[in-house]
């Protein structure tokens, strides 16, 4: 089962579809809605899921963690089913404790794709707009202390293709088991990506090398991450 449960979101990408290239505004055609735990009951009732194997909470159309009751869908997911869940956000929501007690409720059976672009809130933010580089890394690394699988996920784009050694050794700092990194494809003319931004300046994206992308990433160097993040290293 593939599902967004969240039209809202916290952050406002560039290239995400529910993100205006004038402004950084939700598009206008989107309605805002949510699903609470009654909405997915009805939809998927104790009994009815018995054959699923998987549940993939997506973020196409915003992120699914900015639906109040994730946690207790997650928790009527695992007590109904033998189901494995998924989980794409950006990681910029709630607590480090609310991502712990999610971790040890679903246990193994929960892997979430945590998104980091950047060694520091300036580069992560070149794309992840409103989003705190520290709180996902926080939640990360709190997920990363249960059962859950704690992974990140890293797009690369030409402001950042030269940093993928130290985004990748940034997230196993914080305790990601696996980095998956993709080239953004959201390119049509000329490698370049025109938007309005918040303050209605022009501003563009640079489409990766495809040459430098590497998923098979083992040696990654400290001497690029902010001084912020290499503390981490002495806890």
């Known amino acids: 089962m593939w599902i967004d449960l969240s039209t809202f979101c916290n952050a406002s990408c560039p290239q995400c579809h529910r993100t205006s290239t004038q ?22 009732p104790a009994g009815s899921i018995d054959n699923v194997n998987s549940f993939n909470i997506c973020g196409t159309w915003g992120d699914p963690v900015m639906s109040k009751d994730l946690a207790k869908i997650c928790y009527h ?3 109904h089913s033998k189901a494995c869940i998924q989980i794409n956000t950006n990681g910029g929501i709630r607590s480090p404790k609310w991502w712990e007690n999610m971790g040890n409720y679903c246990g193994e059976r929960l892997t979430v794709y945590f998104d980091v672009d950047g060694i520091d809130n300036e580069m992560h933010q070149k794309y ?7 709180v996902t890394l ?17 797009i690369m784009f030409k402001h ?13 700092l914080y305790g990601s088991q696996y980095e998956y ?36 990433i083992k040696n990654a160097y400290i001497d690029k991450v902010s001084d912020k993040f290499k503390n981490k290293i002495c806890l």
């Open 23 to 44: 402004g950084l505004g939700k598009v206008e055609w989107l309605p805002l809605m949510k699903w609470s735990l009654a909405d997915f009951k009805r939809k998927f």
């Open 77 to 79: 997911i695992i007590d």
């Open 128 to 134: 992840r707009r409103g989003v705190d580089l520290e």
């Open 138 to 154: 926080e939640n990360m690394e709190a997920l990363s202390n249960t059962p859950a699988k704690a992974y990140s996920f890293i």
């Open 160 to 172: 950042n293709e030269d940093y993928l050694q130290q985004i990748v050794y940034l997230c196993k």
């Open 181 to 216: 990194i993709i080239k953004s494809d959201r390119f049509l003319t000329n490698n370049i990506f025109k938007f309005i931004n918040e303050k209605g300046e022009e501003e563009v994206l640079e489409e990766a090398d495809p040459m430098k992308v590497n998923h098979r």
